[in-house]
């Protein structure tokens, strides 16, 4: 008879879905889920991850299969996202911020064997099962999230699957990137990827069953389940959800709920800090705070330690789990604008963009990633897969300066660098002097053909109170070079954004190259 000690490890053991059930084993009655006061404990919401597991195995669902969801942050689609993960299926949330035309694309892409709908967003997703008829495809079935829909009856899934627990390499969660480059990804989160980002996010912020997480990113973003909320469930913690970021009711959670640690962006942040009754705010709960999506800026921070709150900066994409480097609050001060260094497990590299070589010490140049918590590759894409990959090494197409302590700093996108007279041009860079202006509360820089140059910056810049191009121009000039300098400046009354992070530099060009094709006419610039 085979040794116990030589057998070995079942690959269920290491999968998603088993963590609710072994913290409802050890402490069922503790609180899993606050969804907008209604309390969820880890034997409830057990238990009905495996009843919807159970009736989406009955009517055909099973293991390689993929549910796509549009909700909302509520327990129902928690729920669904442990019955998918222990069955197997590839759980894929999509963005209820898109147009029906764009929700019917990603629909007809993810090639999903059952689309879920919250009630809130029906209108938007029979307008996208409808276009999709239109467009000559078969919508999937469907049906909406909760006891009284899909917990209470699957519809017949067209092709039946089997049904066998999960396996680490099985697909988990699947996260379209924002498309504000280029058509969406879907990225593929496998067990094994969420479990190493979550165990690397343990080591580098820990957490306990005592603390209380404030989810306030929308549920179809990774961060949203990969920065926090699976490693609080990992660990018996409570997990507040909320559907929307309102600066007040947050600050409110905060101090009711005795909130202990949170993830946001720069911008949700600055929100929060420009709320009148910032002042008497109860924030003592608070002992985490996670930055990501951007670097702090430096006068954020500044109000962030006024206000003792402990910021741990963060710096990661979709496609790397997402987290790759951290900053801890410590090192905030002494390295202001830094986005740290690698998570545990994660190990980075500084290539050059020309030779593809790697680069030693103090250096500039791409990022590149690998490590277990990697994805799996793109969604039925293999090309664009070859192509973010350099054999296990993900090419995450940032440019950062890394120091001689190894902690890094983002310098730039390298699609957004353009090239003046010669010389490299960082885009990031030109904005964050521009927004050292007192009267500058928000800037944006693209590049744009120019005849002399090759290419010449057009800065679109909001501002908090009239300014003039010559003096906002001045300004920078004590700052940059004469090459890096935006030859072009327009004022609007507020960027365009893909996501509340990211600014929509794609929509920003053409509406440069459209002015341009009028003004350069006139001598207008």
């Not at 099973?62 to 998918?84: E, K, P, Y």
């Not at 942040?269 to 709960?285: H, K, N, T, W």
């Amino acid at each position: 008879m085979e040794e116990a000690h030589t057998k070995e490890p079942r690959m269920s053991e290491y999968t998603i879905g088993s963590w609710i059930a072994d913290r409802a084993a050890i402490d069922g009655e503790r609180t899993a889920i606050d969804d907008r006061g209604v309390l969820t404990s880890y034997r409830t919401l057990d238990a009905r991850a495996r009843a919807l597991a159970d009736r989406l195995s009955e009517a055909g669902y099973g293991a390689g299969g993929r549910i796509a969801t549009v909700s909302g942050n509520s327990t129902d689609h928690v729920v669904v996202f442990f019955a998918c993960a222990l069955l197997g299926i590839a759980f894929i949330p999509l963005s209820w911020r898109l147009t029906a035309p764009e929700l019917a694309e990603l629909i007809g892409r993810s090639r999903a064997d059952l689309l879920l709908i919250e009630d809130e967003y029906a209108g938007l997703g029979e307008q996208a099962i409808n276009a999709l008829a239109l467009a000559g495809a078969t919508p999937p079935p469907s049906a909406e999230p909760g006891l009284a829909g899909v917990e209470l009856a699957a519809p017949p899934a067209r092709t039946r699957r089997e049904r066998r627990a999960a396996r680490a390499e099985d697909p988990l969660l699947v996260v379209y990137t924002s498309g504000s480059e280029a058509a969406p990804k879907g990225v593929v989160l496998t067990h094994r990827s969420c479990f190493w980002t979550n165990l690397a996010l343990s080591r580098a912020t820990p957490m306990g069953a005592d603390d209380v997480v404030l989810t306030i990113l929308p549920q179809h973003h990774v961060a949203a389940w990969n920065v926090q909320p699976l490693l609080a469930w990992w660990v018996g913690a409570t997990v507040v959800l909320e559907r929307s970021f309102q600066p007040g009711r947050v600050l409110q959670l905060i101090r009711e709920r005795r909130v202990t640690t949170m993830m946001g962006v720069p911008t949700q942040y600055r929100m929060l800090f420009d709320q009148p009754e910032i002042a008497g705010a109860d924030l003592g709960s608070l002992t985490r705070v996670l930055v990501g999506g951007s670097t702090i800026p430096e006068q954020l921070a500044l109000e962030a330690e006024r206000h003792g709150l402990p910021l741990t900066q963060g710096y990661g994409l979709t496609e790397a789990g997402p987290n790759v480097l951290h900053l801890q609050p410590r090192e905030l001060g002494t390295h202001p604008g830094a986005v740290g260094r690698p998570y545990p497990s994660v190990e980075t590299a500084v290539v050059d963009p020309d030779s593809g070589l790697q680069l030693s010490g103090a250096a500039t140049g791409e990022l590149w990633v690998r490590g277990p918590s990697l994805f799996a590759g793109y969604l039925d894409d293999e090309a664009a897969t070859e192509r973010a990959l350099a054999g296990d090494w993900l090419r995450t197409g940032d440019i950062v300066e890394r120091d001689a302590n190894g902690i890094h700093r983002i310098v730039d996108r390298l699609k957004n660098i353009y090239v003046s007279g010669g010389e490299n041009v960082a885009p990031a860079e030109v904005e964050a002097v521009l927004a050292t202006h007192p009267l500058v509360a928000a800037a944006a820089v693209v590049g744009v053909p120019d005849p002399v140059w090759g290419e010449r910056g057009y800065a679109f810049v909001v501002t908090t109170a009239p300014l003039s191009r010559d003096e906002l121009l001045a300004h920078a000039r004590s700052h940059l070079a004469a090459f890096k300098l935006p030859a072009h400046v327009e004022f609007l009354d507020e960027l365009p954004r893909s996501t509340i992070e990211k600014v929509a530099r794609t929509e920003l060009a053409r509406r440069a190259s459209a002015t341009l094709g009028t003004t350069q006419q006139t001598g207008i610039a």
